[in-house]
């Protein structure tokens, strides 16, 4: 999350989404709560003439959609055009609004979530990446305005290119790593395991299983005990066969 003025009434709202929004993504999948905080910053932002609140609520906003998206995919539905295109339009609108700003932290977030809408719902790595690379250029302004969240993700997804597109395991590998140790001096467990999955899948990639199976195993213990959802937690225990069988397979 960038950093809001302290004592606006947008950034104290935000603070809360913010809050709603990553239990809602981890935990419960109810994501009106955040939804609704977010909508109050952007209403207030607007009546106080609030520029950067009213971009960080926008960002807010299309991150609500995505995580609504997602849950849609991991129920092996496919989300619905009009919902896509919600979230595309948001991420777009938060763009524009964090440039007219000119603040670079969160002008890169919002180039990462719009790659997402092209990179995860559309499958069109192309133009995903378009965004992405200018998110990675932008990845330590993101940091140093305190979201060091957005900084994971950045690279976590850059990780997912090397890992899937760009077939370069050991690089998804070192781009993994990176996103799991930003999250670890965030110091939230709920972040931890799907960091350390995709660690593991990049780990099995470039012919290490062992790690991969320590690493799924400590995923694994962390979601059960940060009671995540069940599709978080079964995502590790596939990930943790497939590290098993390829171990079972190198012997």
Known sequence: M???????????????ANEALTGASFCTGEFAGAERLFSDAAAAAAADGDAMGLARAT??????????????????EVPAEADVAAEEDLAGRALGLWRETGDAAGTGRALFDLSLVF???????????????????LAEAVEEGGDLYGRAEIHRHLGFYYLLEDIRPREAVRQFGHSLAVRERIGDPRLLPSALVALSEAEIAAGRPGRAIDLVRRALTVARQASLLPWRVQDAEETLRKAEAAAQGGR
């Open 59 to 76: 960002s807010g906003l299309a991150q609500v959609r995505h995580g609504r998206n997602v849950a849609t995919l991991v129920a092996g």
């Open 119 to 137: 990179q995860v719902l559309r499958r069109d790595w192309d133009t995903g990446m378009r965004y992405l690379w200018q998110a990675v250029g």
């Open 2 to 16: 960038t950093t809001q003025p302290e004592g606006t009434a947008a950034g104290e709202l935000c603070a809360a």
